[in-house]
């Protein structure tokens, strides 16, 4: 089983929409939390960046971790065609030089 | 600031060839990690460099070796290559190894 598990999707919301991202994980160890948007051919991006439990919120991005469960999620409102690509999550323990990714969700969102 | 800067882009080899792949950090980071993209495993740790020592290392074969300057450049060789090792091939650096990590645009490696 892996360490960290994505919902794979993938996902079509229309324009708008409010859309959830999930990720579970194994490893209690993991402190640092990572949103990152992959546009095709392209690398990853850094959306968002969490250290241990807690909300947090950038523009239309909002990110929560809750440890107890071992859960990850983003919430991107209002969501524009421009917000379609694949969102991978990813963790870390003190060490973020060494992230393990989940596989990733492809998100469309149709005008 | 300038991003994580990778060449070449693409790249086409055949079987049995060895490669190298050359990653530029953003200024002021000390930090570089490797990372191996593709389809069926998406994206896995190759290793992770910090003031030219390999800090941590992934479960891939001897084939697959690096090393960092001390400029903090770091360059990725795989030698012997394997229909397998067609992947994306992303570098990421870091300021330390608590700070959040920047992809560059990564290398596409495809062998024939």
């Known amino acids: 089983q892996k360490e960290v598990e994505q919902d794979p999707g993938p996902l079509s919301v229309p324009e708008g929409a409010i859309v959830s991202l999930n990720c579970t994980y194994s490893n209690s160890a993991f402190q640092y939390f990572m949103w990152y948007r992959q546009y095709s051919r392209k690398g990853p991006e850094l959306l968002m960046y969490?250290?241990?439990?807690g909300n947090k919120e950038d523009g239309r991005f909002t990110a929560q971790v809750d440890k107890s469960s071992k859960y990850i999620s983003l919430f991107i409102r209002d969501s524009q065609p421009s917000d379609s690509a694949t969102y991978l999550c990813?963790?870390?323990?003190?060490?973020?030089?060494?992230?393990?990714f989940g596989d990733g969700t492809t998100l469309t969102v149709k005008p | 600031k300038a991003g994580v800067t990778q060449t070449p882009r693409y790249l086409i080899k055949t079987r049995g060839q060895q490669v190298t792949l050359s990653c530029s950090p953003i200024?002021?980071?000390?930090?570089v990690s490797w990372y191996q993209q593709t389809p069926g495993q998406g994206l896995q740790f190759l290793f992770e460099y910090f003031s030219e020592t390999q800090r941590n290392k992934g479960n891939f074969p001897g084939r697959f070796s690096g090393r960092q300057f001390s400029n903090s450049r770091s360059e990725m060789n795989v030698s012997t290559l394997e229909l397998g090792d067609s992947a994306l091939y992303l570098c990421?650096?870091?300021?330390?190894?608590?700070?959040?990590?920047?992809f560059g645009p990564g290398t596409r490696l495809t062998v024939l």
């Open positions: 990421a650096s870091s300021l330390d190894q608590t700070d959040t990590q920047y």
């Open positions: 969490t250290y241990s439990s």
């Open positions: 990813a963790m870390s323990d003190t060490n973020a030089g060494k992230s393990t």
């Open positions: 200024s002021g980071h000390r930090s």
